[in-house]
């Protein structure tokens, strides 16, 4: 019985937290000169909006050592 109420508050739960991470989207629009007719028309698109994530800066690679040896 436990392990039913435990599996439905699951199926309760997952559908909340996949609501927080939907993407965001923004309207772009753009004017465009049309070939047929040479009329200016807008042209729109739905884009996602990303988070950027800032993290700690990556650290430069000491140079190659060569290897000098003589053949």
Do not use: R, S, Y
Request: proline letters at 6%; one cysteine or more.
């Amino acid at each position: 019985m436990k392990n039913l109420i435990f599996v439905a508050g699951l199926i309760f739960a997952v559908p909340a937290f996949a609501a927080d991470e939907a993407p965001k989207t923004k309207k772009v629009c753009v004017t465009q000169k049309d070939a047929k007719t040479g009329k200016d028309k807008e042209v729109c698109k739905e884009i996602k909006v990303h988070k950027k994530h800032e993290g700690t800066a990556i650290p430069e690679k000491a140079p190659a050592k060569k290897d000098d040896k003589k053949k």
